[in-house]
């Protein structure tokens, strides 16, 4: 589904990826590890299409399509979803009409006809009560004023209703609580399935508790340093980062 | 043109034109225009004009608009300037001058509509033009008071509920030479009525005119006005418009002035508060491309304790157009316990976009609550890219937010078909500055 190769990308005239390879198959769930700085973000926002950082060098190919040719928008029409690290607000426009927006030009983008805003509000209220969302944030400005927990769960719902087919999670454990952990861990659980793959990036084992990857990377100064499954997140919570700074990586 | 210049053009039609003597003008607009030559049009080193360069204005020669042919217009011609789904009268100033037989529904209404052409009020209306500041404020309203060929009077009587929003259109005819038109509104709303006002300028024909229009508005004890006044002149015309309002004790006040058309535009509005207890709300947008200036101009007197004031103007600037907003608040020494707030916030569009805001702040009682802020800057960025990572595209999401800043201004409009109809010219703006 997913085949990065030799992947280069600077922001402000800096390098930060500096060449990462990483092949995503339908199904999968990959879970992206590494201290603080190293480029996680910067390569979830490399997929989504963020203009700010420049690629250098190396591919993206989704199903064969080079996906650094398409804008944003186009790339969300394809099934990309990224749940930012730090959901930003957008005041006056309400999170419903948002998503509705997001919906039928996603469904548009496809074939499909719009969903009416009756069968809309039905299906959403569906998936908030799984998400647990509270009800008035649906009605509120996107993300204002939410607490940080909210805003992740908020990213989770919009993942929820927009079915991706390659979600890449950033950071979205980070700042909730252990019952909102659950949830929002349900909540990807139950999308998996054999057509969609999930990039989860994190700092906790806790997290892969619930949502059991396939594969673990550890990603140190914009490398790809160390590859494993599962149990490979349990070493690095157990040793830390140092072990592979010193070059065992490799 | 020269001051002098300028002024011995504006004799020229001053004498030139009909002789309103017999309903008690003549000397009215003597005076006028006496303060008219002494002051002059206002010069660039004016405080008050600092950022409104009006030098284009001053080197066309325009004549005084002549009369409407009514004949030659066909009242459905003027559909498109009406806002579907308002059942209240339309009221049609054509050129300055009321056209009777271009309005609709005037009769039966709970209010009275006059000009000075109308015997019975010409006394009344006299005595407001004379006590009105336009008389003197500058040489704008001076040349009005001088120069207007009729004034339009609306004048709701105590303890009446006016159901219907109220439409004015003043019109401009538009002709190969350039014309100055001078609309003159008085509106009086009695003691405990209400009523929603909607004060539109335009024209059938792009072309370059000058409209220099004063509106005299009086709110009495515990009556209301809902105002909304939409400046959508030809793009190439030049609009000067003022506000006098006045309100008594309990009296609320509530404005939305859209500013869209014109080269070059200014609003003026002056709202004195002379009762306690009395509320204005003062909401703006202005929606400037190409090389439009847009200049909004407000003073809130605060004259008597307990009032309170809120004002929020909002702009937002394609291409090379400029916005200038100066917001003034005056709390006089008796004005003790005075609320008043005070916002005005721009998005540039463009790098070649400017705002100049002014803010001022005049307290002379201690017991009070003030505050302003004003801020000028562009589509966020991080947002832009978080709707689009949605699947939004790029222009449409560009639209929401704008839509979601404009909007802010125009929440206030409690009418839903005014609303859509000015959602439907905001819409417009978005889908001519995106392409
Ligand atoms: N706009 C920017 N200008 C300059 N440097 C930047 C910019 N954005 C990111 N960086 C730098 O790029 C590097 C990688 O940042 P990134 O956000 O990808 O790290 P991360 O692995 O997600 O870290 P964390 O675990 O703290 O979220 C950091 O050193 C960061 O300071
Ligand atoms: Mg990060």
Redesign the pocket.
């Known amino acids: 589904m997913l085949k990065i190769q030799n992947l280069h990308a600077n ?2 005239g ?1 390098e ?1 990826l500096k060449g990462i390879d990483l092949q995503v198959n339908p199904g999968e769930v990959h879970a992206i590890m ?12 490399v997929l989504a299409g963020r203009e ?1 950082y420049q690629v250098t060098q190396g591919t993206i190919l989704l199903d064969d399509q080079n996906l650094l040719e398409l804008s944003p928008e186009e790339r969300a029409r394809k099934g990309i979803f990224l749940a930012f ?1 730090y959901p930003v607000e957008i005041p006056g426009v309400s999170n419903a009409y948002f998503l509705r927006t997001a919906l039928n030009e996603i469904r548009k983008a496809n074939g499909l006809e719009e969903m009416d805003a009756a069968d809309f509000l039905m299906m959403i209220r569906r998936k908030m009560k799984k998400i647990e969302l509270d009800n008035d944030l649906l009605h509120r400005p996107v993300n204002e004023g939410f607490s940080g927990g909210e805003k992740k769960k908020n990213e989770i719902f919009q993942m929820a209703v927009l079915e991706p087919r390659l979600a890449i999670l ?2 979205t454990d980070s700042g909730l609580d252990i019952d909102a952990l659950r949830v929002v861990a349900n909540g990807v659980n139950s999308l998996r399935n054999e057509k969609n793959a999930f990039i989860v ?1 994190t ?1 906790y084992q806790r997290l892969l508790d619930y949502i059991v990857p396939d594969f673990v990377h550890v ?1 140190y100064k ?1 490398q790809i340093v160390k590859s494993g499954t599962k149990e490979l997140a349990l070493e690095l919570e157990e040793k830390g980062y140092d072990w592979l700074k010193n070059g065992n990586g490799r | 043109m020269d001051t002098k210049n300028i002024i011995e053009h504006f004799s020229n039609l001053y004498a030139g034109q009909i002789d309103s003597g017999k309903i008690g003008l003549a000397a009215i607009r003597d005076e006028a225009f006496a303060r008219f030559s002494a002051l002059g049009f206002p010069k660039p080193k004016d405080e008050e004009w600092r950022f409104t360069d009006i030098s284009p204005l001053l080197d066309i020669p325009f004549t005084q608009a002549s009369d409407v042919d009514e004949s030659g217009i066909l009242a459905q011609s003027l559909d498109s300037f009406w806002i579907p789904d308002v059942d209240g009268p339309k009221i049609v100033v054509a050129n300055g001058v009321l056209s009777k037989g271009l309005s609709q529904r005037l009769n039966n209404l709970p209010f009275k509509i006059s000009s000075v052409y109308d015997a019975k009020q010409a006394k009344v209306i006299a005595e407001f033009v004379k006590n009105s500041p336009a008389a003197d404020s500058n040489g704008f309203t001076a040349l009005n008071t001088s120069l207007m060929r009729d004034a339009l009077f609306l004048d709701v009587p105590a303890n009446t509920n006016v159901r219907e929003p109220v439409q004015i259109l003043f019109l401009s005819s538009g002709s190969e030479k350039p014309q100055a038109i001078f609309p003159r509104l008085i509106v009086r709303i009695g003691r405990n009525s209400r009523m929603t006002l909607i004060e539109s300028y335009a024209s059938r024909h792009e072309s370059i005119y000058f409209v220099n229009g004063v509106s005299d508005i009086h709110i009495e004890e515990n009556a209301s006005l809902h105002h909304v006044r939409l400046q959508a002149d030809s793009a190439s015309a030049f609009h000067i418009g003022h506000s006098f309002v006045e309100q008594k004790q309990d009296s609320r006040y509530q404005s939305c002035s859209i500013s869209i058309g014109s080269r070059i535009s200014r609003h003026h509005i002056s709202a004195i508060l002379d009762g306690s207890g009395a509320e204005t709300r003062l909401d703006g947008l202005y929606l400037g491309k190409g090389e439009q200036l847009l200049d909004n101009h407000t003073l809130i007197d605060h004259k008597a304790a307990h009032c309170q004031s809120h004002e929020l103007y909002r702009g937002v600037l394609a291409d090379k157009a400029r916005g200038v907003f100066s917001g003034k608040i005056l709390v006089e020494r008796n004005a003790q316990k005075t609320d008043a707030i005070q916002n005005n916030n721009g998005l540039l569009l463009s790098e070649e976009a400017r705002i100049d805001s002014k803010p001022q702040l005049e307290i002379y009682a201690d017991d009070v609550r003030c505050t302003h802020g004003a801020t000028v800057g562009q589509l966020d960025d991080e947002a832009l890219f978080y709707l689009k990572s949605r699947g939004i595209g790029h222009n449409t999401a560009k639209g929401i937010l704008i839509y979601a800043f404009a909007e802010e201004a125009l929440k206030n409009i409690e009418s839903k078909p005014i609303r859509t109809y000015v959602d439907g010219i905001l819409n417009r703006f978005f889908r001519e500055v995106n392409t």
């Open positions: 922001i402000e800096k930060i590494g201290p603080n700085g190293s480029g996680k973000s910067t390569l979830a926002n700010e690290q950033d950071e990036v700092h990603l914009g």
